[in-house]
Nanobody, 129 residues
Framework: HVQLVESGGGSVQAGGSLRLSCAAS?????????MGWFRQAPGKEREGIAF??????YYADSVKGRFTISQDNAKKTLYLQMDSLEPEDTAMYYC????????????????????????WGQGTQVTVS
């Protein structure tokens, strides 16, 4: 069965950096999957912030220019490099996967919305002070 496991969260001062990883197993990782990073702050809805489909990426305005999504198909691992972190980035971060044979871009993956993603990791906490 599909399993996603996030790691790399922690506490960091404003202006610092973290790199999150999401190890995937149980399916053929790669071309036919939208992979996304979502986050949920206390009292707020879970929001999609970064998506990748093959080499196409999409970023929410809140993280554009500061965060970078990437993936290593051979390692079946998704990454999120987070730079210039702000206190507003404090949240639980989740990776998610969606199989598709029609979507072709990161923006398409974003537009599906979180309810379309059937596979989720357990989350990793990021705290910026």
């Amino acid at each position: 069965h599909v399993q996603l496991v996030e790691s790399g969260g922690g506490s960091v001062q404003a202006g610092g950096s973290l790199r999150l990883s999401c190890a995937a197993s149980g399916y053929t990782y790669g071309t036919y999957y939208c992979m996304g990073w979502f986050r949920q702050a206390p009292g707020k809805e879970r929001e999609g912030i970064a998506f990748i489909k093959s080499a196409s990426t999409y970023y929410a305005d809140s993280v554009k220019g500061r965060f970078t999504i990437s993936q290593d198909n051979a390692k079946k691992t998704l990454y999120l490099q987070m730079d210039s972190l702000e206190p507003e980035d404090t949240a639980m971060y989740y990776c998610a996967a969606l199989w598709t044979n029609v979507g072709y871009s990161g923006s398409w993956c974003y537009a599906r919305g979180r309810s379309a993603y059937p596979y989720w990791g357990q989350g990793t906490q990021v705290t910026v002070s």
